[in-house]
């Protein structure tokens, strides 16, 4: 479904991604590991053409991504963004409806707040919560209002940045499952950027880590602790001793 072949992404003298190769397939779930400021984020925006890479091929279905109509291809993207991204000024059922309101997926007014009291109760938010502002909200409850949101038009590809960064772990464990579930249940194909390792293995089918630019390693989730990889061994057992420099 998303095949990437050869990024290139400098900002400056930054460069950031230095060839990087990543397939995921229909209907499976990909999570992207790596340490903060590795360019985790920016691979996911040159998927959705928030940033342009300098150099490489980027293939959504086939298609190339960069042409064609942006208003189609985005339409089939849901994305929960880091941080949650919610609109201040906009009662949670407008959040959640956001792209119902406007443009090619516009809906009747009503129609849309139907949906969207629907996705709040898919995250196990209660309809009273519709109308409420972000400010009014916990961590947790924004976390779940921005996940109603990403899958509020159905999307066949959904983009989850850091889903349980800030979160306690137990409401980290509730966002995971919420995750799995609606990923399994829509038959989406996802891709998760995140460096909770609780995370990777409630959400993955497949990893891919993220180093100097490029993927170091990717396979099945179950293959993870054999890798052999001396990377990916000290991300996820969180060494400070190891081939990646814990100083940035
Ligand atoms: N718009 C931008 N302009 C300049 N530098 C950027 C921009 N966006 C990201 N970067 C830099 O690119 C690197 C990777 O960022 P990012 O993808 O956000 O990292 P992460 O892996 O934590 O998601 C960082 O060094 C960051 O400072
Ligand atoms: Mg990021």
Redesign the pocket.
């Known amino acids: 479904m998303i095949h990437m072949e050869g990024i290139h992404k400098s900002?400056?003298s930054?460069h950031?991604l230095r060839g990087f190769d990543l397939d995921i397939p229909k209907g499976s779930s990909m999570v992207i590991i790596?340490?903060?400021?590795?360019?985790?984020?920016?691979?996911l925006k040159c998927v959705l053409g928030l940033?342009k890479p300098d150099q490489g091929t980027i293939l959504v279905d086939g298609k190339d991504a960069s042409s064609g109509d942006r208003d189609a291809f985005l339409a089939r993207f849901g994305m929960l963004f880091?941080g949650g991204a919610l609109f201040d000024s906009l009662p949670v059922w407008q959040n959640v409806a956001f792209r119902l309101l406007r443009g090619s997926l516009k809906r009747p007014r009503e129609e849309a707040r139907a949906i969207a009291i629907e996705k709040l109760r898919r995250v196990g938010l209660k309809s009273d919560v519709a109308d409420r502002f972000p400010a009014e909200l916990s961590g947790g409850m924004a976390k779940r209002v921005g996940l109603a949101r990403a899958i509020a038009a159905e999307p066949e590809i959904i983009f989850f940045?850091e889903p349980t960064t800030g979160l306690d772990p137990i409401m980290s464990g509730v966002i995971n499952e919420l995750i799995r579930e609606i990923v399994v249940e829509m038959g989406a194909t996802a891709m998760t950027?995140t460096h909770d390792m609780t995370s990777v293995r409630a959400i993955a089918d497949n990893i891919a880590m993220?180093h100097d630019g490029v993927i170091q390693w990717t396979g099945p989730v179950a293959e993870m602790d054999q890798s052999g990889d001396p990377y990916l061994e000290q991300f996820i057992n969180g060494r400070a001793e190891g081939p990646i420099e814990a100083v940035r």
């Open positions: 900002f400056g930054n950031v790596g340490g903060s400021g590795t360019g985790k984020s920016i691979a940033v880091q940045d950027i993220l």
